[in-house]
C-alpha cells in the first residue's frame, strides 16, 4: 500500500513538469493504476474508472499551473485559445 501511494505521488509531482496534454494523461493513467490498486476485488474497474477521471482533473490542473503569465481566452464564436496575458 505504501509503494503505491508513493508512486502515485511521484506520477502525479512529475506531471507538473510536462506540457498540460501530457500531464493529462499521466495524471488519469495514475489516477487509474491507483484507484485499481485501492479497491476491491469486485470493484477494480470501477475504482479504475474513477481514479482515471480525478487523475486526469488534477493532471490537467498540475499541467496549466505550470505555465504561468499565460490566460485562456473566449473570442465571440465560443473558441478558447492560450496567450499571454
Request: charged share 15%; net charge positive.
Given at each position: 500500500?505504501?509503494?503505491?501511494?508513493?508512486?502515485?505521488?511521484?506520477?502525479?509531482?512529475?506531471?507538473?513538469?510536462?506540457?498540460?496534454d501530457q500531464?493529462?494523461?499521466?495524471?488519469?493513467?495514475?489516477?487509474?493504476?491507483?484507484?485499481?490498486?485501492?479497491s476491491s476485488?469486485?470493484?477494480?474497474?470501477?475504482?479504475?474508472?474513477?481514479?482515471?477521471?480525478?487523475?486526469?482533473?488534477?493532471?490537467?490542473?498540475?499541467?496549466?499551473?505550470?505555465?504561468?503569465?499565460d490566460c485562456?481566452?473566449?473570442?465571440?464564436?465560443?473558441?478558447?485559445?492560450?496567450?499571454?496575458?
Amino acid at each position: 500500500m505504501k509503494k503505491t501511494i508513493f508512486l502515485a505521488i511521484i506520477g502525479l509531482g512529475t506531471a507538473a513538469c510536462v506540457p498540460a496534454d501530457q500531464a493529462t494523461l499521466g495524471g488519469a493513467a495514475t489516477g487509474a493504476l491507483l484507484g485499481a490498486a485501492v479497491s476491491s476485488d469486485n470493484d477494480r474497474v470501477e475504482g479504475a474508472i474513477i481514479g482515471a477521471a480525478v487523475g486526469g482533473v488534477a493532471g490537467h490542473l498540475l499541467g496549466r499551473a505550470n505555465s504561468p503569465g499565460d490566460c485562456v481566452y473566449q473570442d465571440g464564436y465560443g473558441r478558447r485559445y492560450i496567450a499571454r496575458c
